[in-house]
């Protein structure tokens, strides 16, 4: 009897890479070993000093986190009437737009100027800032006599970032509890955005290697969440060329900790509303641990401006209500501590110190077109498509615009020359 | 068995007729063998609903959790934030633990968390479900016999109308927005008193009924040349065949008059403010209305929204509202968790609890309108200051007539909310067996509340 | 059980047959000329079995008649397996009242769907004369739609039962589709629609003996080959009556087993063989198994059945090496599980278990491990059951009731091993447990997930194993086992005909099974074929009669005299 053999691509099983060869072949000679991970957890490397709680006072922010605020007072003293500051408190009246904001504190400068977009237009009325001298980080500039001493006792941590703002409710709370950093973190691990971290050498011994390159990579993977609701470890991810965020940094390891043998300048993407995280003078301090996680600091100078613009295009009123600060202030507290000034700045300090804390789970990382494990760490941004044009003024669905948000709709609209109180 | 076949020769004598008319004479007809064949017995029909409410209930990654309770099964204990379900608790199942999973795509705030409950995925855009909502099958299976499928309502008080119902993914119901406009679809123009003396039978049901005949007129060739095994399956078939033919003609007579039915007398107009106790006070006047349809049988399925997902409700008085307090306080150190938020977490939970007893006030049968019941009520959020899609509360209501084995805590971390929406659907009676997409795709209803 | 012969018989009217074969051929053709004929055979005619179609089966019927854009949302009542198979299940199944109302709705949604105004043009055999009545239109679509749903003619009375149900419903609405709804909707709650009712009609060769009619014929091997219902050229081949004879049964079984339609047909098989119906229910304890989701447990089930229709179907390939092959496909919550990388932009890629990897075969991937597993830990017994009722068709009978079970669920000591060995000393454990044991603990490097491990409460795993005298160590030992074992052949063999037959093959069947097991084992273990093979011997259509017929048919034909 004569057997027809069925067509293959009839049938509907996938046959088209045979990738068995790749998994067991040896790895390129490129690299003698390498490591790869996912960052799991994200966010600013801020010391909490306080024992319990996540605004307590401690030896970091000895009155605690920064206050809220009396809004009417705030409103009175920036020459709204009295009755006029309440109605515009009060959520029974339509001045509360459908998102929430109060929009008309944008106009409380000089003249009912927008504070968000003109913040000298208002004096700094002060965000306490941290007075501790503890903090999380890297010895950026290479000196021990200048910075914080790190909760090991490393000297010379630079953080001045964390200096300004880490009394700030947003960024202040134990580790993955405050709510900045829960915030952005659940929408990364939801499936915003993915990075990657790779580690390769030529040594014997990946734990002690004079001579590593670690990778940072975006992934257009998404992170799985397994049975228990965490990242799933183990799953792999294609690196994704991207023309901004990527960073590569000559290391070594010691002792299974990897360091920054030169500075480098990385963009990476910024676990909050700034998105960017460009670091000038970068370096990394990754430790290897035993379950295969990988735990550390990456560390620059940023420059401070676009962190404020961030919190404005959040929508300025919405930002100050619930995180209990002056916009102003931030703006003030980051120009104070801003503590470099790169080649061509004029000698402004435009860049402020910096260190993201990152975990990250083991990993497969595999090139862009899936065909074999990601053994070189290299740029891949010659690959990357151009990015589109930066649309600022949306955030979501809603139109933002100098900070507030602006619908069509709405009967209210504030502005310098709004009428406050209803006829 | 006769009966049925002298139905049918009746049907041809009428459409071998030239000039047949389908009017009320045929209807008559009909009546008139039914009305002496199922006399009595009439069963209480299951109804079902979706209640939701806005920013979820207090839980904390620190631990302190102001609504899950520690027992898990029969016989848990009231949490503070479920105060309100005090009265009702045994008629009441939690759910704890479950998760909307959206498989990578972006957390929507205020949306991902119960688009992923209704339609069983996570959507791609704010404003939009990928697909109906699930009431819309429940109302398919069960409210095609009264005069309205379905009734939307919304006591948030908003300053647009808020529904989650939709059948397309985009258009979303148009709810009534006050117990005036409630008062007046359900008891104004064209209320059908059930108790009245004008009954009219529905002829939607007639048809359904020759849809049955045509199966039945082929058993005695069926049942012809069987063996005792093949004939005892065919029998238990054609058993089935004849329950639903029962239900069928018990639909087509005038019903028992139904005491719960009671016209209530016009609401005055409430007061336009959305703060919680205008909106809790809503909540219960527009839940004795819809009670009372319900008992009237003008419909059978509800959606109830008492805030929405970004809710607008405040404590009077306090310049801050709900929405904007989740996000802004911080978490108590001693406390472990966020006072001022559960305080108002545990006042819209009043909501659900009064709109509950309205429901369970009404006696229908051998219990209250609340045991004929299966009412989902659900939120947005676990935790509302990150917008977490994980452990959303979710509770299922009423005795769904007996097939729900209510006063149960369920707790499952991990599991799909969907889970819980199938299970809100079977328990409805609705013929789904399968929900969701993707992580969400789910055939495993929770089958320890199922009885 | 013996054959009751039957003292009277009629001579069979081939004509009518010949009749139905010119109509299906074009199927838009009125029926009622040949549909009498059909009544008068009726009455010749036994009914030997009844089955309720299959989720799958009844899914696939309907995307087949009325497309796939056609949505299908029901809850189908539970299947049930009986002597290993859902398939043998299906023949003890009825359908309760709310199953009834679940397909009473189902068919309602079906119908508006496939009369609806987007789809009706595609599916009407004819334009309506008018808007609300055209008795010859409804009529037509009646028996051409009613003929594929119940996989035969329909009979004068069923087609006129329905046309009146579409005038009345047309009438009242005015609406001639509204109508015609109603009758589509009787039509899928008909009882010939969902079960699938096998007639026997006297065999005009052998005087007083029985034979399987010529259309449930065609549903046998369509149900069987392709998990769906007859196409029209099986139909044809049943009305014309060349099913009847060898060529023109050899000539549909070789058009069936080429159609790319088999692995629809293979996967069902498979699925309802290797009981993987269990992996929609499947729970796993997140603490120890974090990675498990939904999505791990379909692609696990997805896995088995891709291995098995690529090496038994698309490379036809020998049965036995499904034990032993290291290829198969993952996807990238699989690779997690396997800890290795997915390297492929693809949702699907084929993979090799490399040489060190300790797995190889069916039995080793990540399906088989955790549904026939603990929701905390591994089971080497459930392991080893299922190995012996799956793959050599050996039942293991429920444990004692007087079992101390404390010890051997305490799973924070040692190894699985020694707490098995409890069950050793319990000479009422023994008997059962020295035979299912061995093969599971030869499966204990990987655990309750399918994850390999080494280690056990900090112990080194042993994966030796003793059965019976044949010793084996680990995974791949016990695939050389399996496949060297001719008990497996030999009961895949006894699977394809209960599945086909949806009967538990009994003693007389033995020797039978016996021969057709050498057959496939001389052909070179070819799956592929298999169905072809078993197809086409006359025991596959054997007629037994059911208990308590003798009477019916004795009633039948006195009811006959009395006319």
């Known amino acids: 009897m004569s057997q027809t053999r069925l067509n293959k691509q009839r049938i509907s099983v996938m046959r088209s890479v045979f990738c068995a060869i790749a998994i067991t072949a040896p790895a390129s000679a490129l690299a003698d070993w390498t490591k790869s991970w996912v960052i799991e957890w994200n966010e600013p490397a801020h010391y909490y000093g306080a024992e319990t709680g996540v605004i307590d006072p401690g030896t970091d922010c000895p009155q605690g986190t920064n206050p809220e605020l009396d809004w009417v007072e705030v409103l009175v003293k920036a020459g709204y009437t009295r009755e006029e500051a309440e109605w515009l408190r009060n959520p029974a009246n339509p001045t509360r737009s459908p998102v929430h904001g109060q929009q008309q504190m944008a106009f409380r400068g000089e003249g009912r100027a927008n504070v968000y977009i003109n913040p000298e237009s208002y004096p700094d009325t002060g965000l306490a800032g941290v007075t501790g001298s503890i903090a999380e980080g890297i010895n950026l500039d290479g000196n021990t006599d200048t910075g914080f001493v790190s909760p090991d006792g490393e000297a010379g941590i630079d953080n001045t970032f964390y200096k300004a703002l880490g009394c700030w409710k947003t960024y202040r709370g134990p580790e993955r509890l405050s709510s900045g950093a829960l915030q952005f973190n659940d929408i990364m691990r939801n499936g915003s955005w993915t990075m990657l971290i790779v580690a390769s050498g030529k040594g014997e011994d990946p734990m002690n290697d004079e001579n590593v390159m670690v990778g940072f990579y975006m992934s257009q993977d998404n992170m799985v969440k397994g049975g228990d609701g965490n990242v799933a470890a183990d799953y792999t991810f294609r690196i994704e060329?991207?023309?901004?965020?990527?960073?590569?940094?000559?290391?070594?390891?010691?002792?299974?900790?990897?360091?920054?043998?030169?500075?480098?300048?990385?963009?990476?993407?910024?676990?909050?509303?700034?998105?960017?995280?460009?670091?000038?003078?970068?370096?990394?301090?990754?430790?290897?641990?035993?379950?295969?996680?990988?735990?550390?600091?990456v560390g620059g100078y940023r420059p401070w401006r676009p962190v404020y613009d961030g919190w404005v295009y959040a929508r300025g009123p919405v930002i100050e209500s619930l995180t209990w600060v002056e916009l102003p202030s931030v703006y003030y507290a980051l120009k104070r501590e801003a503590d470099y000034s790169p080649e061509g700045s004029g000698g402004e300090r435009t860049h402020i110190s910096y260190a993201l804390r990152v975990d990250a789970l083991p990993a497969y990382v595999v090139t862009p077109d899936a065909s074999a494990l990601a053994t070189e760490v290299r740029s891949y941004k010659d690959e990357a498509p151009e990015l589109p044009a930066m649309a600022r003024?949306?955030?979501?669905?809603?139109?933002?615009?100098?900070?507030?948000?602006?619908?069509?709709?709405?009967?209210?609209?504030?502005?310098?020359?709004?009428?406050?109180l209803p006829e | 068995m006769s009966s049925r076949f002298n139905r049918r020769s009746l049907l041809r004598g009428m459409i071998g007729g030239a000039t047949v008319s389908m009017g009320i004479p045929l209807l008559d007809l009909f009546l008139n063998e039914n009305g002496t064949a199922f006399a009595d017995g009439a069963p209480i029909p299951t109804r079902f609903g979706t209640y939701f409410w806005g920013l979820g209930l207090t839980d904390t990654p620190t631990g302190g959790t102001r609504w899950v309770p520690e027992t898990v099964g029969p016989g848990y204990e009231i949490t503070p934030e479920l105060q309100a379900l005090a009265a009702v608790k045994d008629k009441v199942s939690v759910f704890s633990g479950f998760r909307a999973i959206p498989d990578g795509r972006p957390n929507l705030v205020h949306w991902s968390g119960h688009a992923s409950i209704l339609s069983g995925v996570a959507p791609s855009s704010t404003g939009?479900?990928?697909?109906?909502?699930?009431?819309?099958?429940?109302?398919?299976?069960?409210?095609?016999?009264?005069?309205?499928?379905?009734?939307?309502i919304d006591a948030s008080v908003s300053r647009r109308p808020i529904s989650y119902s939709t059948r397309s993914g985009s258009t979303f119901a148009s709810p009534d927005v006050t117990p005036l406009d409630l008062y007046q679809r359900l008891f104004g123009e064209g209320f059908q008193d059930p108790n009245s003396d004008d009954w009219q039978p529905n002829p939607d049901i007639m048809l359904r009924q020759s849809v049955l005949s045509a199966v039945t007129d082929q058993r005695k060739a069926l049942m012809d040349s069987v063996g005792h095994e093949d004939q005892i399956k065919l029998e238990q078939y054609f058993t089935s065949v004849r329950d639903m033919e029962n239900q069928l003609a018990i639909q087509l007579q005038k019903p028992e008059p139904r005491e719960a039915c009671v016209i209530p007398t016009p609401p005055n107009e409430i007061e336009r403010a959305a703060s919680v106790d205008v909106v809790n006070a809503n909540t219960k006047v527009m839940a004795r209305l819809l009670a009372m349809g319900l008992a009237c049988n003008q419909t059978r399925v509800f959606n109830f929204v008492h805030t929405g997902g970004t809710s607008e409700t405040y404590i009077a008085g306090n310049s801050k509202i709900y929405h904007q307090i989740t996000h802004d306080e911080p978490t108590d150190a001693q406390l472990g968790f966020?006072?001022?938020?559960?305080?108002?977490?545990?006042?819209?939970?009043?909501?659900?609890?009064?709109?509950?007893?309205?429901?369970?006030?009404?006696?229908?049968?051998?219990?209250?309108?609340?045991?004929?019941?299966?009412?989902?009520?659900?939120?947005?959020?676990?935790?509302?200051?990150?917008?977490?899609?994980?452990?959303?509360?979710?509770?299922?209501?009423?005795?769904?007539?007996?097939?729900?084995?209510?006063?149960?805590?369920?707790?499952?971390?991990?599991?799909?909310?969907?889970?819980?929406?199938?299970?809100?659907?079977?328990?409805?009676?609705?013929?789904?067996?399968?929900?969701?997409?993707?992580?969400?795709?789910?055939?495993?209803?929770?089958?320890?509340?199922?009885a | 059980m013996t054959h009751h012969p039957l003292r009277k018989l009629q001579a069979l009217s081939a004509l009518s047959s010949a009749v139905w074969g010119l109509c299906a051929a074009s199927l838009l053709i009125p029926l009622s000329g040949f549909a009498q004929d059909s009544a008068v055979d009726q009455d010749d005619s036994i009914t030997v079995a009844v089955r309720r179609l299959t989720e799958s089966q009844y899914k696939n019927t309907i995307r087949d008649l009325f497309g796939d854009g056609i949505e299908i949302n029901a809850r189908f009542e539970p299947e049930q397996r009986e002597n290993g198979l859902l398939a043998i299940g299906s023949a003890t199944l009825s359908l309760t009242s709310s199953g009834f109302e679940q397909y009473f709705v189902l068919a309602s949604s079906i119908s508006d769907q496939v009369l609806g105004e987007e789809r009706r043009a595609s599916i009407m055999p004819c334009e309506p004369r008018s808007n609300v009545s055209d008795s010859a239109c409804a009529t037509e679509f009646i028996s051409h739609i009613g003929s594929q749903l119940f996989r035969r003619p329909l009979s004068d009375a069923e087609i006129a039962a329905r046309v009146q149900t579409a005038e009345l419903g047309a009438s009242q609405a005015e609406d001639f589709y509204a109508g015609l709804k109603l009758a589509l909707t009787s039509l899928l709650v008909a009882p010939e629609f969902l079960f699938r009712i096998e007639q026997a009609e006297p065999d005009p060769e052998v005087a007083g003996r029985y034979r399987l009619d010529a259309y449930s014929k065609a549903s046998r091997l369509s149900f069987m080959f392709w998990d769906t219902t007859p196409d029209a050229e099986l139909l044809a081949a049943a009305g014309d009556g060349s099913l009847h004879g060898n060529a023109g049964l050899s000539a549909q079984l070789e058009r069936l087993s080429r159609s790319p339609r088999m692995e629809a047909g293979a996967r069902a098989f498979f699925e309802d063989m290797m009981q993987l119906d269990g992996f929609g229910n499947m729970v796993k304890d997140p603490a120890i198994y974090p990675k498990f989701n939904q999505l791990v447990a379909d692609s696990a089930k997805e896995q088995m059945l891709k291995t098995v229709i690529d090496q038994l179907i698309v490379d036809q390939g020998d049965y036995r090496d499904l034990f032993t092959s290291n290829e198969t496909f993952i996807n990238r919550p699989l690779a997690s599980v396997y800890q290795v990388p997915y390297i492929s932009?693809?949702?699907?890629?084929?993979?090799e278990f490399p040489e060190d990897s300790d797995r190889a075969g069916i039995l080793t991937q990540v399906?088989?491990?955790?549904?026939?597993?603990?929701?905390?830990?591994?089971?080497?017994?459930?392991?080893?059951?299922?190995?012996?009722?799956?793959?050599?068709?050996e039942p293991t009978p429920d444990p004692p009731a007087d079992v101390d079970f404390s010890q051997v669920t305490d799973s924070e000591a040692g190894t699985v091993r020694g707490r098995l060995l409890d069950h050793m000393e319990n000479t009422g454990c023994t008997v059962c447990h020295q035979r299912s044991d061995p093969p599971g603990l030869a499966l204990e490097h990987f655990d309750g997930l399918g994850q390999l491990r080494k280690m056990e409460n900090g112990q080194l795993i042993d994966v030796s194993a003793d059965l019976f005298g044949k010793t084996f160590v680990g995974a791949k030992g016990l695939a050389e086992y399996l496949h060297d074992d001719p008990r497996a052949p030999s009961c895949l063999v006894r699977n394809v005909y209960a599945y086909g037959v949806a009967k538990a093959p009994g003693y007389q069947e033995r020797e039978y099974l016996q021969q057709q097991a050498q057959v496939f084992a001389d052909t070179g273990y070819r799956f592929a074929s298999l169905f072809k093979q078993i197809a086409m011997t006359p025991e596959f259509f054997a007629v037994q009669l059911p208990e308590g017929l003798e009477s019916a048919v004795a009633s039948s034909d006195s009811a006959a005299q009395q006319d």
């Open chain 2, 128 to 152: 939009r479900f990928e697909g109906a909502s699930f009431d819309t099958r429940v109302a398919d299976a069960l409210g095609g016999t009264t005069r309205f499928k379905v009734l939307d």
């Open chain 3, 345 to 351: 932009g693809e949702e699907w890629a084929e993979y």
């Open chain 1, 241 to 297: 060329p991207h023309k901004k965020y990527e960073g590569i940094f000559p290391a070594q390891t010691i002792n299974g900790t990897i360091v920054s043998t030169e500075s480098v300048t990385a963009t990476l993407r910024d676990p909050g509303y700034t998105r960017d995280l460009e670091l000038l003078d970068a370096q990394v301090k990754l430790t290897m641990n035993k379950d295969g996680s990988l735990r550390g600091y």
């Open chain 2, 338 to 450: 966020q006072p001022e938020t559960s305080k108002l977490a545990g006042l819209v939970m009043e909501g659900l609890g009064a709109f509950l007893n309205e429901i369970d006030g009404v006696k229908e049968g051998d219990g209250t309108l609340l045991d004929n019941c299966l009412i989902c009520a659900f939120s947005d959020t676990g935790y509302a200051k990150i917008h977490s899609i994980e452990n959303i509360p979710m509770f299922l209501a009423g005795g769904a007539g007996g097939r729900h084995k209510a006063g149960q805590h369920i707790h499952a971390p991990g599991e799909s909310v969907t889970r819980v929406s199938l299970t809100a659907m079977q328990l409805a009676g609705a013929p789904v067996g399968e929900f969701g997409d993707g992580s969400m795709r789910t055939s495993r209803p929770v089958s320890e509340v199922m």
């Open chain 3, 367 to 393: 399906g088989f491990l955790s549904l026939w597993a603990h929701p905390g830990t591994s089971s080497p017994t459930r392991r080893g059951i299922k190995i012996h009722e799956i793959f050599m068709c």
């Open chain 1, 393 to 420: 003024g949306s955030l979501g669905t809603i139109r933002v615009v100098d900070g507030i948000v602006i619908d069509p709709r709405s009967e209210y609209q504030p502005g310098p020359d709004a009428v406050i």
